[in-house]
Nanobody
């Protein structure tokens, strides 16, 4: 069992930056693929980024490539999402998720956090 708690959301102006954190508790964090998803009002939840257990593999949605980076610190049981050049369309609730295995990185996550709100507005 893994418990995930996101933090770092808030209000930011277009072009600004935020760093989200996801702290995990429970067993074997370092063995999990970790990912970020987001859900905007009236829209379905969508994949944002994922990182393999070692950090060697990363995957990003086309909409955030070149602007967002994902990293993890297995010693701290934490995964991060650095978001730069933020746009109003990035406004959403951002969720952290965990699963075993790297295949189909946009699907099949077993554990989810409660989400953190990111609002990009002037």
């Amino acid at each position: 069992q893994v418990q995930l708690v996101e933090s770092g959301g808030g209000l930011v102006q277009p072009g600004g930056s935020l760093r989200l954190s996801c702290a995990a508790s429970g067993r074997a964090f370092s063995s999990y693929t970790m990912a970020w998803f987001r859900q905007a009002p009236g829209k379905e939840r969508e994949f944002v980024a994922a990182i393999s257990w070692s950090g060697a593999n990363k995957n990003f949605a086309d909409s955030v490539k070149g602007r967002f980076t994902i990293s993890r610190d297995n010693a701290k049981n934490t995964v991060y999402l650095q978001m730069n050049s933020l746009k109003p369309e990035d406004t959403a609730v951002y969720y952290c998720a965990a699963k075993t295995g790297w295949a189909d990185v946009g699907l099949g996550y077993d554990y989810w956090g409660q989400g953190t709100q990111v609002t990009v507005s002037s």
